[in-house]
């Protein structure tokens, strides 16, 4: 641990090489301890088979569609197979990612995410807050700009290769949200042909990000991620198969998820929540750690274009739905929100949308 003296910056930096090394952890890593009850059960949620919704089978499509709409109005999570995304892309973006994450901490720190920023490496997010940081490092690409250039200009020609897996990754994502916001319209009762969630993310951006939780050595005191609702519409998550960590809180307590080998899961966030007028729920969860293996995941963040109005359609408005729940905002204010007034926790829509009407004129 040392303190960056750069430009006079008060924040630490953690070498996780060797904190993993060592038998206890710093006192900014223990999280409180109603925020790390452990989970008792693995959760049952539901695995939904794209293959039908992609060969247009009727009734299959409606069968995927009640599963999940289940599963939305309840926790805000399930998972997917026969995806269209090839295993190998996936394979190749968790082993670029580990390759990554291996490197000397003054390379990665080439590559640090600057302040206001959402690019780049983060150690245990330690240049941005002081208590409770997560027992990870992320390193993160945004649709603004090319991972290649990203990668090239701050570690070197020999990240290319790993910048072009992103960009692919990343284009096979978006033509897997594409398909899910649609199969997210139908299963809330909207027409198929109606497109409404589909068309909406149509110029989408996205976050994504690599994500690698180290051994640690009193993983009962710490997070690997803390318990958080995603701020952005769905999120696509990509996981290590044989390390679990991810956990969902359902039906009043936590429950874990055992990886499904070609699955991706799925996280219903606060704007979809929003979207949905409320209807679906955004998921509540987290990341734990373990004392003995490593674990990477990487989670494709769907968000609107930064400047469109996020409003629920009028169709899940009014008689049989009760009236508009939220206030009509964008993503630019609301991703402005949890980098400069509010840490992303289970609470940030319901402070957002409070900030939101104190505030009414002024952006987030
Ligand atoms: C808008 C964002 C904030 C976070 C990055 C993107 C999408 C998800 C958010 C986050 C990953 C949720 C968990 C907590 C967080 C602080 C993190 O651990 O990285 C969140 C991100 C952030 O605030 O940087
Ligand atoms: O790593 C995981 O399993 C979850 C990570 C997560 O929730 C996030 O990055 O928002
Ligand atoms: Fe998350």
């Known amino acids: ?6 430009k006079g910056a008060r924040h630490y930096i953690f070498d996780s090489s ?7 952890i710093p006192a900014q890593f223990v999280w409180p301890e109603d925020e790390r009850v452990r989970s008792v059960d693995e959760l049952d949620a539901p695995v939904i088979d794209l293959r039908s919704f992609f060969s247009t089978d009727a009734a ?36 670029c990612a580990a390759e990554f994450f291996r490197l000397p901490l003054v390379a990665k720190l080439r590559a640090q995410q600057r302040p206001g920023s959402l690019w780049g490496y983060s150690g245990a997010h330690a240049n941005r807050f002081a208590a409770k940081l997560p027992w990870k ?3 993160s690409f945004h649709s603004d700009a090319s991972a290649v250039d990203y990668l090239a200009s701050t570690l070197g020609n020999d990240f290319q290769p790993m910048g072009l897996v992103c960009e692919r990754y990343s284009e096979a994502m978006k033509k897997l949200t594409l398909s899910i916001m649609e199969l997210l319209g139908v299963s809330l009762g909207l027409e198929r042909e109606r497109r409404y969630y589909r068309e909406f993310f149509e110029d989408m951006e996205y976050i994504m990000r690599c994500n690698y939780y180290p051994p640690c050595p009193e993983p009962d005191l710490a997070q690997g991620t803390g318990p958080h609702r995603d701020p952005v519409a769905v999120t696509i998550l990509a996981q290590d198969d044989d390390v ?8 009043g307590t936590w429950r874990s998820i055992r990886p499904i080998p070609g699955a991706l899961v799925v996280n219903i966030g606060d704007t979809f929540m929003a979207l949905s007028n409320g209807i679906y729920k955004s998921c ?19 968000c609107p274009r930064g400047d469109k109005v996020v409003r629920a359609p009028e169709e899940l408005v009014g008689p049989g739905h009760g009236p508009r729940e939220y206030p009509d905002f ?8 949890t980098q400069s007034r509010h840490r992303v926790d289970q ?3 319901q402070c957002f949308v409070h900030h939101l009407q104190s505030t009414p004129d002024s952006s987030a």
């Open 1 to 6: 641990m040392a303190l960056d003296a750069e």
């Open 18 to 24: 060797v904190l993993s090394a060592q038998t206890s």
């Open 60 to 95: 299959a499509t409606r069968a995927a569609a009640d599963a999940i709409r289940a599963a939305c109005t309840s926790h805000g999570f399930f998972q997917v197979v026969n995806h269209g995304v090839d295993a190998s892309l996936c394979r190749d973006a968790l082993h």
């Open 137 to 139: 490092e992320c390193v």
């Open 244 to 251: 679990e960590g991810l956990e969902v809180f359902a039906e």
């Open 284 to 302: 509540l969860h987290r990341a734990v750690v373990n004392r003995v293996h490593e674990r990477r995941s990487i989670a494709f963040f769907v």
């Open 330 to 337: 964008t993503w630019a204010e609301l991703v402005g929100f």
């Open 347 to 349: 609470k940030t829509l």
